[in-house]
């Protein structure tokens, strides 16, 4: 029996959500009763007989003198009529019931409750699930609606934190129904779910309307087929539900209306030129985009409300790696650009003056979500096209201030970087991410951007979202970065370019340098002095042209395949070798491998190499410590070396890869110990006794890409099949991974 978080749950009610919610919260068997309000009694009886609820009550008036601190009322009635609820709660309900509600527009609720009660009740947390469906009414009630969706909370007060008992129960009762809890404020959440959900439902509910009253056709509907059911499934929708949302959220819904009424009149036009360039360039953005969109969904144990059939599908085929154990690699290939310096070519570039073209640019949906970002922010980015892409910079001033939040996807680094660079601008700016990223630390750029007066909002735990404000001028500092950050160094610099003055950073331990270099790049006095970095504020960037080289980090999972497995000679191309980033190799020819750096060159101020690996036997070594920032993003895949090593392989001061994509300590020892390896987390580390046989069996990645890769090359030394689930991450900055895999000699097979 599962504890009771709550005593009695009222629900205020019973349709497709109030019904789901009793139902969900009987499976897992969290409160002690639930009783149903309504005041229709055929309704009623309707609703106990699919034993949604336990017991039905006229009115909230009859139930309040059984209800205290021990109870929770929902409240799920159309958006419009939640003010006649919360009337009957403030009249009836002492204040230490807890009021939760589900309605799909906060604002006019919270308006509501500060009209009732005077000021916003302590005792009210505003929510909304986003689950549904075009089904409603009592008895459409499902007890899975809201496993693996989000439900956001937008608490209003300070006070309602995880401190306050109603916001604790609220939460915890969402989780315990297999929901995920985000949280964001009332004016975030509108004005995302006008974009995202209530404009769609406007168009079904206009497009049917239209083609339904077409004087010219009156049988219309017999010749639509797939294509019109798709589009026009949610006008199924409850009308009363939608109305009332559109009402309530007017301005935010108008405001997505007229972008997208201007949008179609230029498809209207370029339709009626026969403007094929305009048509195509669209039609393929568009698909590309919903690509992305169905890609990072189906990597988000997440799904939206308003899923159709086709996306609920993609959602649920997730990628699996399938792997044979044994063989070797070789050959001579060339890695994705770098995922670093695509991002700062973006940014950069961005906030130049003049064209900057980027060759080599990493197609991964990472470094494509800064890219969306700054087109988001008004500038005309070309491409990318096999690579290469072209940015009408617009100057460090000319960024405009985004319709909507800006989605981060999957990448910390973008979000760290965009937040320094945000904090410069006039405007306010909102940054979200996925699941993963939206569990990561955001304090170590808000602690900073904080000391230079910015206004940074985070969640609780310093999480995204992260709410920047354009009221101040960031001033300069000097930060001593307590923890190796890039990312947090490339804040801070990228904040002083707006500040009065001089700021400069120290970094405990050097870490990688390409803000720096680039800036330089780009034209912008930048000085290292030691562990130090200074700039001063208020000059400009020049466009200039950057070839991105191959990512040395996601070269390290085939220089760790050539490493470890006899009869290897494998060839890496156009490798970037920045001092600052070649900890792998420093660590690999520690263990013994044999590495060498052929065609030593620099390319766009930075160093590159063909890295040449054969195989030879490693050994086990501790780790130097002034390796680990060097090889940060590596050491998922330095771990499988150290499992096939001879001899113990212990690192320490590596705390930082407890707060990557996943928890990359416990993560990766649980797949090695999982396929037979010895391994041993510790605090800051591990201690991994390397030469046992890689048995095969079941990985779970928790949607970490280089967990995915890393497990893959591991199949080289395994004696049985390793099968990887969840490995759509991988496209966050490897595309076209198990391609280059098999191409090599690796026996990997992708289901999806
Ligand atoms: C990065 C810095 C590193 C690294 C990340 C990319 C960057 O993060 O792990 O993949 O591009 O600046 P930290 O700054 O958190 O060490």
Partial sequence: MSPKLVRKIVVVGVGLIGGSFAKSVKRVGVCEEIIGVEANTNLAQKALKTGAVDRFAVSLEILAPELDERDLVFIAVPTLSVNTVLKDCHRYLSPSVTITDAASVKGSVREAAVEIYGNFPEQLILGHPIAGSEKSGVGAGLDTLFAHHKVILTPELASQSEQSPSFVRVKALWEAVGAQVLTMSVEAHDQVLASTSHLSHALAYSLVDTLANDPDHDDIFNYAAGGFRDFTRIASSSPKMWHDIMCANSEAVVRSLDLFTKNLHLLRDAVERRDSDTIMSLFCRAKESREAFLRSHSSNSSQSSTTTQEQESSMSNKINYVLKPGGFVSGSIRVPGDKSISHRSIMLGSLAEGVTHVTGFLEGEDALATLQAFKDMGVNIEGPTNGEVTIHGVGLHGLKAPKNALDMGNSGTAMRLMAGLLAGQEFDSTLIGDVSLSKRPMGRVAKPLAEMGVKVGTEEGGCPPLRISGSTKPQAIHYDMPMASAQVKSCVLLAGLYADGTTSVT?????????????????????????????????KLTAANIEVPADISSSAFFMVAAAITPGSNLTLQHVGINPTRVGVINILREMGANITLLNEREVGGEPVADIQVQYAPLKGIHIPEDQVPLAIDEFPVLFIAAASADGTTILSGAEELRVKESDRIQVMADGLNAIG???????????????????????????????????????????????????ATVATSFPGFAELAKQVGISIEVQS
């Fill in 507 to 539: 970094e405990p331990a050097p870490t990688r340098d390409h803000t720096e270099r680039m800036l330089r790049g780009f034209g912008y006095d930048v000085k290292t002095e030691g562990n130090k970095v200074t700039l001063t504020g208020g000059g």
């Fill in 677 to 727: 390896a010895d391994a041993t987390p510790t605090p800051d580390g591990m201690v991994i006794n390397g030469g046992k046989p890689l048995l095969g069996g079941d990985i779970q990645t928790h949607h970490d890409h280089r967990i995915a890769m890393s497990f893959a090359v591991a199949s080289l030394i395994a004696t049985e099949e390793i099968r990887i689930h969840d490995c």
